[in-house]
């Protein structure tokens, strides 16, 4: 039994706490040690820079044409006693070291220690979390080691280090914590020495990071599996040619690997598609617009990508029991099923929808906790909102307080549009919009409101004349066992309205449907 300090009564920073603690258990004072977390700070600094980790990492930039050289800026994301600062600086690069902890022993007032150290100068900059208070392109390297795996919000966070780095510049992550199953994420917290005074770790899959980077832009140029240098192998000997088995990594129950990745922030400007590009001219044009087809907008959904970029954030959704369900639903089947699952639900038909479309205006009847609607500014910051709800108290059994919480919601998932939240009966209040601004049309639209038969019905009708050539319509719950009606209810709508193409899915769950307009 390991007896742990008591941390619910002291104010002192957690780490400091941690690594004096280990520090003093003769259990884990070698850890310690390989940590670069001992008291002698200078000692910890020199060790370092003069590892063979540090010096692969050295020559990995000059192959990436980064060289050390003063004018070239490297941003020290999570620098905690500040060695990876000290030997940056050291090594020839101008440094800014930024952490979140002011501790003594593992954060800022550490760090502070060893600037001057053999006349090396560095800047330090206390954080407050994930947020990067940088002006844009301000760096040409980000170096985080053993960092983003404690990231909760991966997506967001490696498109705001994109934002503040300079085109053509990288981002080194360094010996991050790859699981491959849910036993091993179990075992991993459960074994994690300091996780029960930190709280503060994490570990994803190999697919959510490489996802995460390819979903904020970034190009990645390096994948390191644990043998590939001795920057995941430390402290154990690099052996080089050492092959490691992925797939009996995959068959244990305990255990984790170490990868470390390097992505580039190319020249190249690239945007995301717009309605826009709806439009498409040839000499003849045979078929009209490009547009979104139901059976595309399915396989994009259902895809894995789509699944890893969703687990990314939906833990970030306000939360209620059916929420947290679903995410430990989502990933189970993930686990089992791999790329051959096919479900479908309102979460990733509105991510992938929004994620493709990048729709202009989106329109929703049903807001509650602004769970739909915050997983469409998931897929599109810069979205246009205009949201209908009653704010009934104690919805459906569960809690619904408003549009302020729902206000500071979408500011958590980087809301950068408009919003207008419009209260009332939608039976009233979207005809009433809708009448004095009769020009608007929307990309994207959800109906989640009313669930009686003629509501529901009513509410489809309202909208659907003014979604937007390629646009999309979702209705959710059309297998509710609580509303059996509700499928007819969508199909008599789209009979109604023939420039719709509809798309269901009843085999699991309570069934979500879509249509998209066709194109003019």
């Given at each position: 039994?390991?007896?742990?300090?008591?941390?619910?009564?002291?104010?002192?920073?957690?780490?400091?706490?941690?690594?004096?603690?280990?520090?003093?258990?003769?259990?884990?004072?070698?850890?310690?040690?390989?940590?670069?977390?001992?008291?002698?700070?200078?000692?910890?600094?020199?060790?370092?820079?003069?590892?063979?980790?540090f010096?692969?990492?050295?020559?990995?930039?000059?192959?990436?044409?980064?060289?050390?050289?003063?004018?070239?800026?490297?941003?020290?994301?999570?620098c905690?006693?500040?060695?990876?600062?000290?030997?940056?600086?050291?090594?020839?690069?101008?440094?800014?070291?930024?952490?979140?902890?002011?501790?003594?022993?593992?954060?800022?007032?550490?760090?502070?220690?060893?600037i001057?150290?053999?006349?090396?100068?560095?800047?330090?900059k206390?954080?407050?979390?994930?947020?990067?208070?940088?002006?844009?392109?301000?760096?040409?390297?980000i170096?985080?080691?053993?960092?983003?795996?404690?990231?909760?919000?991966?997506?967001?966070f490696?498109?705001?280090?994109?934002?503040?780095?300079?085109?053509g510049?990288?981002?080194?992550?360094l010996?991050?914590?790859?699981?491959?199953?849910?036993?091993q994420?179990?075992?991993?917290?459960d074994?994690?020495?300091?996780?029960?005074i930190?709280?503060?770790?994490?570990?994803?899959?190999?697919?959510?990071y490489?996802?995460?980077?390819k979903?904020?832009?970034?190009?990645?140029?390096?994948?390191d599996h644990?043998?590939?240098?001795?920057?995941?192998?430390?402290p154990?000997?690099?052996?080089?040619?050492?092959?490691?088995?992925?797939?009996?990594?995959?068959?244990?129950?305990?255990?984790?690997?170490?990868?470390?990745?390097?992505a580039?922030?190319?020249?190249?400007?690239?945007?995301g598609?717009?309605?826009?590009?709806?439009?498409?001219?040839?000499?003849?044009?045979?078929?009209?617009?490009?547009?979104?087809?139901?059976?595309?907008?399915?396989?994009?959904?259902?895809?894995?990508?789509?699944?890893?970029?969703v687990?990314?954030?939906?833990?970030?959704?306000?939360?209620?029991?059916?929420?947290?369900?679903?995410?430990?639903?989502?990933?189970?089947?993930?686990?089992?099923?791999?790329?051959?699952?096919?479900?479908?639900?309102?979460?990733?038909?509105?991510?992938?929808?929004?994620?493709?479309?990048?729709?202009?205006?989106?329109?929703?009847?049903?807001?509650?906790?602004?769970?739909?609607?915050?997983?469409?500014?998931?897929?599109?910051?810069?979205?246009?909102?205009?949201?209908?709800?009653?704010?009934?108290?104690n919805?459906?059994?569960?809690?619904?307080?408003?549009?302020?919480?729902?206000?500071?919601?979408?500011?958590?998932?980087?809301?950068?549009?408009?919003?207008?939240?419009?209260?009332?009966?939608?039976?009233?209040?979207?005809p009433?919009?809708?009448?004095?601004?009769?020009?608007?049309?929307?990309?994207?639209?959800?109906?989640?409101?009313?669930?009686?038969?003629?509501?529901?019905?009513?509410?489809?009708?309202?909208?659907?004349p003014?979604?937007?050539?390629?646009?999309?319509?979702?209705?959710?719950?059309?297998?509710?066992?609580?509303?059996?009606y509700?499928?007819?209810?969508?199909?008599?709508?789209?009979?109604?309205?023939?420039?719709?193409?509809?798309?269901?899915?009843?085999?699991?769950?309570?069934?979500?449907?879509?249509?998209?307009?066709k194109?003019?």
């Open positions: 039994m390991i007896n742990y300090p008591d941390t619910e009564h002291s104010s002192e920073d957690l780490y400091d706490i941690a690594y004096k603690w280990g520090w003093e258990t003769e259990q884990f004072k070698e850890l310690v040690f390989l940590c670069y977390k001992t008291p002698n700070f200078s000692e910890n600094a020199h060790r370092f820079y003069e590892s063979e980790e010096a692969s990492a050295l020559a990995q930039f000059d192959s990436l044409g980064k060289p050390a050289n003063i004018n070239t800026r490297v941003l020290d994301f999570g905690g006693n500040g060695v990876a600062s000290y030997s940056l600086a050291r090594a020839g690069y101008t440094v800014v070291g930024i952490d979140s902890s002011l501790g003594e022993i593992a954060g800022i007032n550490a760090a502070s220690k060893i001057g150290l053999d006349g090396v100068h560095f800047t330090l206390h954080s407050q979390g994930e947020k990067l208070e940088f002006e844009d392109e301000s760096f040409d390297i170096w985080m080691r053993e960092v983003l795996h404690h990231i909760k919000d991966l997506q967001s490696l498109t705001d280090l994109k934002r503040i780095l300079k085109p510049g990288i981002i080194c992550c010996r991050d914590v790859v699981i491959w199953n849910e036993e994420r179990e075992h991993f917290f074994t994690h020495p300091f996780y029960p930190t709280k503060d770790e994490g570990c994803y899959y190999l697919d959510e490489i996802f995460a980077f979903s904020s832009g970034l190009a990645l140029k390096r994948i644990p043998y590939s240098s001795p920057i995941n192998t430390y154990s000997p690099y052996e080089e040619g050492k092959y490691f088995d992925s797939e009996s990594a995959k068959a244990r129950t305990h255990g984790y690997d170490l990868y470390s990745f390097i580039v922030k190319e020249n190249l400007s690239v945007t598609k717009t309605m826009n590009n709806n439009l498409f001219e040839y000499k003849q044009n045979y078929y009209g617009s490009v547009i979104l087809n139901p059976k595309t907008m399915a396989n994009i959904c259902t895809s894995l990508q789509n699944w890893f970029e687990l990314n954030f939906h833990h970030l959704l306000a939360s209620d029991d059916y929420v947290e369900y679903l995410d430990a639903f989502y990933r189970e089947s993930i686990k089992r099923f791999g790329d051959s699952w096919e479900y479908m639900d309102i979460v990733n038909v509105l991510y992938g929808a929004s994620k493709v479309l990048q729709p202009k205006n989106y329109l929703e009847i049903g807001v509650r906790r602004g769970r739909s609607v915050c997983t469409v500014v998931r897929g599109c910051p810069d979205v246009n909102i205009t949201a209908f709800d009653m704010w009934i108290s919805y459906a059994g569960m809690d619904n307080p408003g549009p302020d919480f729902v206000q500071s919601e979408l500011k958590k998932h980087n809301h950068r549009g408009n919003v207008e939240f419009i209260n009332g009966d939608s039976h009233v209040t979207v009433d919009f809708l009448a004095r601004n009769p020009e608007v049309t929307y990309d994207m639209i959800t109906v989640d409101g009313d669930h009686s038969e003629d509501g529901a019905f009513d509410d489809l009708c309202n909208v659907i003014r979604l937007a050539p390629g646009g999309v319509l979702v209705f959710d719950d059309i297998s509710h066992p609580a509303h059996p509700l499928i007819d209810v969508w199909r008599r709508a789209i009979a109604q309205h023939p420039f719709l193409v509809g798309y269901e899915f009843t085999e699991l769950g309570y069934g979500v449907a879509f249509a998209i307009r194109g003019e």
